[in-house]
């Protein structure tokens, strides 16, 4: 834990206390999205102080060309940016001339910023004295709206406290803003108009490259007293226009500017459209009005909140966490759009670039799976579908031929976009994760039509992409992987990752079942494939050669499979007898000293066993969990809760708890010392799979929901629904056991601790602690 300011609350983010230290980290934390554009929780008014100014729309990129000291044959041309967009936020606020600024005020007092999680919302308050000794008691509140997404409102209000003051407001729109996170300082946008309309205006303006146009947008409007104040054009630039408004404000009186503003683009109207569609989007929220939209906002919260909510009693920090989790994840991405994914970061900073990592379908298709629908989940896949061709693209750039498919790293348009070359060149394991989702969204789901529609062709690409990838070793005997990165990224350039060949060999294996299921059950989308992919029974046979013949390390002395070949060479001293003034060893230690460690940045061969669980014993789990979780320094933010759920299936709840504590408050807590340049967004799923697959103990065994509820020690209870095959079921656990609800009108039978139970709908289905 690298801070602890944020206010412990079941439904609210809550910081008090004015700190410019904390300005960067807090704008991370209570950032705002819809699914369709996010912004970081920057101030309205003007700040001189430090910060990181983001405002982000949902697709919209820029192809950054890449940036390394030695090319080499393959890299990509471009490491995909996510763009900040034009800044359509901001609020000049002057008294008697003063700017308001909180950087340069003498005093500033009852600071308190709320992002309130149920309703969608956020507010900061303040009282500040400015280098003229005006005093100003302020108060905002902002939310995205969900029902319109183009849209986002402010409520700006002012009292002066010390006297009488002449009040000024000037709400602009800004598109001269540039990334932080930028390989050559390009400009990313061109600005092709400003102009206004009433007390409206515009920018137009398209990103260089790749042409996105977008229109952003303002209305303001100035009550004082009841009345409205008129407001005229104000400073126009080439790149920025404002509104200028100003009033003579009595001590103790309010005055209230409300802005409603954001974006209109051309992912989703025609180019020449983008003003007219502006206005559109105004004319309706002006018809809502503030109070009505925010209205609006706060019953669209409720009806996300009603599927995806997991409540905890008596831990206020644990339920805190996961809700957190549970709203920035709905935040980021809501599944309307095919087009979308999950971005590491969401709308909450840069880093990482692309859109898409196999964070998504290794981690937050669950998610999405359980707490939404089938429809969803579908256009996750989807996406990969639409990006196969990209894909094949890909693997031919490396030498790989005959339709092999290669998913990138990092994507925004299917176009591997990641510059790193252990990461572009060897992460190769990427490929099974996209495989495992299918197959995953199958067994949960039983909507089979995926796999004929789409996935078989995918699976294809990727199977021959893994019987290219192996080669024959005579030492060995066996086919081998050789030069890889597993998940692990504290080890590159390996030989034989476990992980990265059980998934081959997997995979492999489940295409050819899906051939023949899908010839036997679909054939005519079995020849329509087969006519694309010209795939052969020859070729099938030299796939099953490889996935007959995979090598696989193993240590007999420890009776464990290995990480990789070299593993044991190393210097194996634990995690815990580390100094604590080493660590993160990712920001203490030289790159070479990290590489030459046994250290473990995340789940590796763990990974394996969560995603087969099923292929293992109890036994064989335990002893690879006690084996490599001791070298596992736990720095990426992927890595706690997968340790989580497994501590949880062996019995061990406190060190679940634990993990699962890390997990949820990864980023509330800041852990890893990098809050400040965004949210881990994807590993956010992560801690909703340590209640519902870790306490909880949701699994599908043999085609049958199955629960083995636990519950930490701290905890009163817990409850959280999932959505199994379009059945709703509420699962609540106390240390009396667990009660399943079951909404819908026909009965279901689940497993509990291993045991068939009938639920029957409506009424509450107790099962005792065993």
């Known amino acids: 834990m690298n801070q602890d300011y944020i206010r412990p609350d079941d439904w609210s983010i809550i910081e008090e206390g004015f700190d410019a230290d904390r300005v960067k980290s807090s704008e991370s934390m209570f950032s705002l999205g819809n699914g369709a554009m996010g912004q970081r929780a920057n101030f309205e008014e003007q700040y001189s102080g430090p910060t990181f100014q983001g405002s982000y729309i949902a697709g919209v990129y820029y192809p950054d060309k890449t940036r390394v000291?030695?090319?080499?044959?393959?890299?990509?041309?471009?490491?995909?940016?996510?763009?900040?967009?034009?800044?359509?936020?901001g609020i000049n606020v002057f008294a008697d001339g003063e700017a308001l600024d909180l950087s340069t005020c003498k005093k500033v007092k009852h600071f308190r910023r709320e992002l309130n999680m149920k309703e969608g919302w956020y507010k900061r308050s303040f009282v500040a004295t400015m280098p003229n000794d005006v005093t100003l008691e302020v108060k905002s509140i902002r939310f995205l709206s969900l029902d319109l997404d183009e849209v986002g409102a402010i409520q700006y209000e002012v009292v002066p406290l010390s006297g009488d003051v002449e009040i000024q407001f000037n709400p602009y729109l800004d598109s001269g803003i540039q990334n932080e996170d930028s390989n050559w300082d390009d400009q990313f946008w061109n600005t092709t108009k400003v102009s206004t309309e009433g007390h409206r205006a515009f920018i137009e303006s398209h990103t260089l490259k790749t042409h996105f146009s977008v229109a952003t947008f303002m209305q303001a409007q100035l009550e004082h007293q009841?009345?409205?104040?008129?407001?005229?054009?104000?400073?126009?630039?080439a790149k920025s226009i404002g509104l200028h408004f100003s009033q003579k404000v009595n001590k103790g009186e309010s005055i209230i500017l409300t802005k409603f503003g954001g974006y209109t683009g051309d992912r989703n109207h025609p180019k020449d459209q983008l003003l007219q569609a502006a206005n559109e989007a105004l004319d309706k929220a002006s018809e809502l009005g503030f109070k009505g939209l925010f209205q609006q906002q706060k019953e669209a919260w409720g009806r996300i909140w009603e599927m995806s909510d997991i409540t905890i009693e008596g831990d206020v920090k644990a339920q805190q966490g996961i809700r957190f989790n549970i709203f920035q994840l709905n935040q980021t991405y809501l599944g309307k759009d095919s087009r979308l994914n999950i971005g590491p970061k969401g709308f909450t900073g840069e880093k990482y670039g692309g859109s898409t990592y196999w964070d998504t379908e290794a981690y937050c298709l669950p998610?999405?799976?359980?707490?939404?629908?089938?429809?969803?989940?579908?256009?996750?896949?989807?996406y990969r579908y639409n990006h196969l061709e990209k894909a094949i693209e890909n693997a031919e750039l490396l030498g790989f031929e005959n339709g092999a498919a290669l998913y990138p790293m990092v994507t925004m348009n299917g176009e591997e976009c990641h510059n790193e070359w252990e990461i572009t060149f060897e992460e190769i394991h990427r490929n099974g994760a996209i495989a495992f989702a299918i197959y995953n969204y199958y067994r949960y789901t039983t909507d089979y039509s995926y796999i004929p529609e789409m996935g078989l062709e995918v699976l294809i690409g990727i199977a021959r992409f893994w019987h290219q990838r192996a080669n024959w070793s005579a030492n060995k005997e066996k086919y081998v992987i050789l030069g890889v990165t597993g998940?692990?990224?504290?080890?590159?350039?390996?030989?034989?990752?476990?992980?990265?060949?059980?998934?081959?060999?997997?995979?492999?294996?489940?295409?050819?079942?899906?051939?023949?299921?899908?010839?036997?059950?679909?054939?005519?989308?079995?020849q329509r494939v087969i006519g694309i992919t010209k795939l052969t029974d020859d070729e099938v046979e030299k796939w099953e050669e490889v996935a007959g013949n995979l090598y696989f390390p193993y240590s007999k002395k420890h009776q464990v499979y290995l990480q990789q070949d070299g593993f044991l060479d190393k210097e194996m001293i634990k995690a815990a007898d580390l100094e604590k003034s080493e660590r993160p060893i990712n920001q203490k230690w030289s790159w070479d000293r990290i590489l030459r460690s046994p250290y473990i940045k995340q789940a590796d061969v763990l990974q394996g066993f969560y995603f087969f669980e099923d292929h293992f014993t109890l036994e064989e789990l335990e002893r690879h969990f006690d084996f490599y979780e001791p070298f596992t320094v736990h720095e990426s933010s992927l890595s706690p809760c997968v340790h989580s759920i497994q501590a949880a299936k062996l019995g061990r709840m406190e060190q679940a708890y634990r993990l699962y504590l890390r997990t949820s408050r990864l980023d509330l807590d800041d852990y890893n010392n990098e809050v400040e340049e965004g949210l881990h967004i994807t590993s956010m799923a992560g801690t909703w799979m340590s209640i519902v697959e870790g306490f909880g103990g949701m699994r599908v065994i043999n085609d049958k929901l199955s629960f083995t509820p636990q519950i930490p020690k701290q905890w009163k209870a817990y409850s959280f629904k999932v959505n199994f095959r379009n059945r709703i079921i509420k699962v609540t656990v106390t240390d009396k056991g667990a009660d399943f609800e079951l909404q819908g009108h026909e009965e279901m039978s689940i497993r509990v601790n291993g045991e068939r139970v009938v639920l029957t709908p409506k009424t509450m289905n107790h099962v005792s602690e065993h």
Request: glycine share 6%.
């Open 367 to 382: 998610f999405y799976m359980c707490t939404k629908n089938q429809t969803v989940a579908w256009n996750l896949l989807k």
């Open 69 to 89: 000291g030695w090319w080499k044959n393959g890299y990509p041309e471009y490491f995909a940016k996510v763009l900040n967009a034009p800044n359509w936020i």
């Open 487 to 526: 998940p692990n990224e504290y080890e590159n350039n390996v030989n034989n990752n476990w992980y990265t060949n059980y998934l081959a060999k997997w995979t492999i294996d489940f295409t050819i079942e899906q051939l023949a299921k899908v010839k036997e059950g679909y054939p005519e989308d079995y």
């Open 226 to 237: 009841g009345s409205s104040i008129p407001g005229e054009i104000g400073t126009k630039t």
